[in-house]
């Protein structure tokens, strides 16, 4: 099922907010330190898994910026929202997720990727800096 189908067949669409381009950072992160990814790769599989059994639909939240679509940011929302465990489960990992992230990648850089994600949030990001922004990143879950 294509993008559009999905966001189409969605009857109440959500705002998504995003404080954090995470993907900005992880892949940072990757770049510096590849052992980061022993860390991140099966927290990302037991999002993966949950988002099945819970049927995410990521097509539910707006994106105003569509370079964002697909990004695992809306997977997190929708489980958030929808599941008791993966919230038990992020109110103890997180914090530990970002703080190694934080130890990886400069203040400077976290401060960009927090300003660029509100940006993208609010869709005041135009096309030519948002495929800037993501060269080199793989969005998707």
């Given at each position: 099922m294509?993008?559009?189908?999905?966001i189409?067949?969605?009857?109440?669409?959500?705002?998504?907010?995003?404080?954090?381009?995470?993907l900005?950072l992880?892949?940072i992160?990757?770049?510096?330190?590849?052992?980061f990814r022993?860390?991140?790769e099966?927290?990302k599989l037991?999002m993966?898994?949950?988002?099945?059994?819970?049927?995410v639909?990521p097509g539910e939240?707006?994106?105003?910026t569509?370079?964002?679509?697909?990004?695992?940011?809306?997977?997190k929302?929708?489980?958030?929202?929808?599941?008791?465990?993966?919230?038990?489960?992020?109110?103890?990992?997180?914090?530990?997720?970002?703080a190694?992230?934080?130890?990886?990648?400069?203040p400077?850089?976290?401060?960009?990727?927090?300003t660029y994600?509100?940006?993208?949030t609010?869709?005041?990001?135009?096309?030519?800096?948002?495929?800037e922004?993501m060269?080199?990143?793989?969005?998707?879950?």
């Open positions: 294509g993008n559009e189908a999905m189409t067949q969605t009857s109440k669409r959500k705002d998504a907010v995003c404080n954090t381009c995470t900005n992880v892949s992160a990757y770049q510096r330190a590849p052992l022993l860390l991140r099966p927290l037991g993966r898994v949950l988002a099945l059994i819970y049927r639909n939240y707006i994106v105003r569509p370079n964002c679509y697909g990004c695992i940011r809306f997977y929302i929708a489980l958030k929202e929808k599941s008791v465990i993966f919230r038990w489960l992020n109110d103890r990992v997180n914090p530990i997720f970002d190694v992230l934080e130890q990886i990648v400069a400077d850089e976290l401060h960009q990727s927090k994600a509100r940006a993208a609010l869709g005041t990001v135009n096309p030519d800096q948002a495929d922004w060269k080199g990143q793989k969005v998707g879950f």
